[in-house]
């Protein structure tokens, strides 16, 4: 499973990718527009910080053709780079053209399963279910991860699945369980997940046991 950092904090982005565990980066409108200054430093920036990870840039236009344009442009920044295209209809045909095009997709604000169908039809690389937002209205979104799963093996689709909007550890967990390929996590819910009380216990013990010996160095 690929762990994806879901945010354009560079500093951030940095830390954890030295840890080796971090495949690639989210981005979104809402990510680029807090961190301020050019957006596409900003992008260009992140890519050079993790330049064999996968980086999702959203578009930003509203016209299908602009889209297209906005796409192609958008995937001529980086090799590494992935365009983000909400998965609405009207952008169909818009994804079908970049896909025969040769652009990676990843097309966010995906929440059924019958969506993610139809772009596995189309043929991108990732369906992004929004899991937080589901959730936002009562609805257990983790539970749809486990049904696109079902579709995806059952017909043998080749889109992976990018579990998003995660908003805690619990998400992280499910995802994890569910069989997605990938989670994109933010950095607060990463920084919870990879600790653990009972690890901290357990080295605090371990240091107050070998201080008993007195030896200033081993081996």
């Known amino acids: 499973m690929k762990i994806f950092l879901d945010t354009a904090d560079s500093k951030a982005i940095q830390h954890w990718t030295q840890t080796g565990i971090i495949d690639g980066v989210t981005t979104n409108p809402t990510h680029l527009s807090r961190e301020g200054g050019d ?8 890519c050079a ?4 990870g996968e980086i999702s840039v959203e578009v930003t236009e509203k016209d299908p053709q602009r889209v297209y344009e906005q796409a192609k442009a958008i995937a001529a920044l980086a090799k590494n ?8 209809v009207d952008y169909y ?3 079908h053209k970049l896909v025969q095009e040769g652009v990676p997709l990843n097309i966010t604000l995906v929440f059924t399963v019958i969506q ?53 550890v619990r998400h992280l967990h499910h995802a994890i369980m569910s069989g997605a390929d990938v989670a994109t996590v933010p950095v607060d819910v990463l920084a919870k997940a990879v600790e653990h009380p009972l690890t901290d216990r357990g080295i605090e013990k371990f240091d107050a046991d070998w ?3 007195g030896i200033r160095k081993f081996p």
Do not use: N
């Open 39 to 46: 957006p596409v430093k900003k992008v260009l920036e992140i």
């Open 49 to 52: 910080l993790l330049p064999k």
């Open 81 to 88: 780079v992935m365009v983000k295209i909400p998965c609405h």
């Open 93 to 95: 045909h818009v994804i």
């Open 116 to 168: 993610s169908l139809m772009m596995c039809k189309l043929g991108v690389r990732y369906v992004s279910p929004f899991i937080g937002r589901w959730d936002d209205i009562d609805v257990e979104g983790f539970k749809i991860l486990h049904r696109i799963r079902e579709m995806i093996d059952q017909y043998g689709y080749k889109t992976q699945i990018l579990a998003a909007s995660l908003r805690h």
């Open 211 to 213: 201080q008993k010996l």
